[in-house]
């Protein structure tokens, strides 16, 4: 059986978890427009726009999990399941382009 652990979450706590992800996402380096700009936005605490780009971008993985973030650092009861859903959009993000990357390599070697 597993036991629940109650920690008490601090915002050291949460910017290390979002330090984290972000390193999932590969910032500071995005890789196209939009991506530069939600990190952008989310650099200067403008989490508004960062949430308007995730919701008008809906396949976008990299935005998804940076539009979540901006929630994780008001330390609310929601805040595992925030950083847990970024966490997820992160690692959706890193298995792309991960197969992007080798698909090119294939392609590559292969022709």
Do not use: W
């Not at 978890?17 to 380096?29: R, S, T, Y």
């Not at 700009?37 to 650099?43: D, N, P, T």
């Amino acid at each position: 059986m597993v036991q629940a652990v109650q920690q008490e979450l601090t915002l050291e706590k949460v910017n290390n978890a979002i330090e984290a992800i972000l390193n999932v996402l590969d910032v500071p380096e995005p890789g196209n427009d939009l991506h530069a700009k939600a990190l952008s936005a989310f650099v200067n605490g403008d989490y508004q726009t960062v949430k308007r780009l995730a919701s008008t971008n809906l396949s976008d993985c990299y935005v998804k999990a940076l539009g979540y973030l901006g929630g994780a650092l008001k330390l609310t009861p929601n805040t595992d399941t925030i950083l847990a859903e970024s966490a997820r959009a992160a690692a959706d993000f890193a298995r792309e382009r991960t197969l992007r990357e080798l698909g090119d390599a294939l392609a590559k070697a292969l022709s």
